[in-house]
């Protein structure tokens, strides 16, 4: 592995941090929003990740996807520590639920739009930033344009890191598997007899996600992606 790999590598680690902890902090502001202040009182409403890392969700399973086995780095998923809410709180059980368990997607989504707002408006300002967006959303570079904006290139790169690394944490946490955000939606339209069974998937679901987690993300990312690099070339 290159240094250049390696650097990269802790820069997408850096960027999933950032963005777990906007998804975390979306779901504990919409929840003190509608009523709910436990994440609030908690500290929950901030962006510093050391407020929401999960040992194995946050550090030990995205360095591991980075840098070892099979997987060399094609997809990083992870979680968080899940944001504490008391949907007693909520004036409506149902609805409150939802929309702070969507609020986290949702970040992510707009933390995608953000990045090719910003790719889109840089592909205008020059030919050389048109030349690098374009190109990477072609998915090579021509040497030139990297050696004519040293300090742009870089900056393409992780919005783009950024926006991909995003879409794929919000298709990830819809996926209805317990604890993922997905399984919070999927709980009001169980019958009550299944519930028990459903919240105690433990193991069998964390080797759901190992085993067709990517697969079914990638069924949802690859297309969303694909308008994004076609939106990045028409520009």
Not at 66 to 89: C, D, K
Not at 100 to 115: D, E, F, K, Y
Not at 144 to 158: E, G, K, Q, S, T
Not at 217 to 232: C, D, E, G, I, K
Request: aromatic share 8%; hydrophobic share 55%; proline share 7%.
């Amino acid at each position: 592995m290159s240094q250049q790999e390696i650097v990269l590598k802790v820069f997408e680690f850096v960027l999933l941090l950032f963005s777990l902890s906007f998804h975390e902090a979306a779901h504990a502001w919409t929840a003190s929003r509608l009523g709910d202040q436990t994440a609030r009182m908690l500290g929950r409403v901030t962006l510093n990740p050391a407020k929401h890392i999960d040992p194995v969700g946050t550090v030990l399973l995205p360095l591991a996807m980075l840098f070892l086995g099979p997987y060399g780095g094609r997809f990083l998923i992870g979680w968080a520590r899940p944001t504490p809410v008391n949907t007693r709180n909520f004036r409506n059980y149902v609805r409150g639920d939802v929309l702070t368990t969507l609020a986290g997607p949702l970040s992510n989504l707009l933390i995608s739009l953000g990045c090719t707002a910003v790719l889109l408006a840089l592909a205008k300002s020059s030919p050389v930033a048109e030349g690098l967006v374009r190109g990477l959303a072609h998915g090579g570079f021509d040497p030139n344009l990297m050696d004519a904006a040293p300090a742009l290139f870089p900056a393409v790169i992780l919005l783009y890191m950024a926006l991909t690394l995003n879409l794929f944490l919000a298709f990830f946490n819809l996926l209805p598997l317990p604890p993922l955000d997905g399984s919070h939606l999927i709980r009001h339209l169980l019958p009550t007899g299944m519930l028990r069974v459903y919240d105690q998937l433990g193991i069998l679901s964390l080797l759901l996600m190992f085993i067709f987690g990517g697969r079914l993300v990638n069924l949802f990312v690859a297309p969303a992606l694909a308008l994004v690099n076609a939106l990045l070339l028409s520009a």
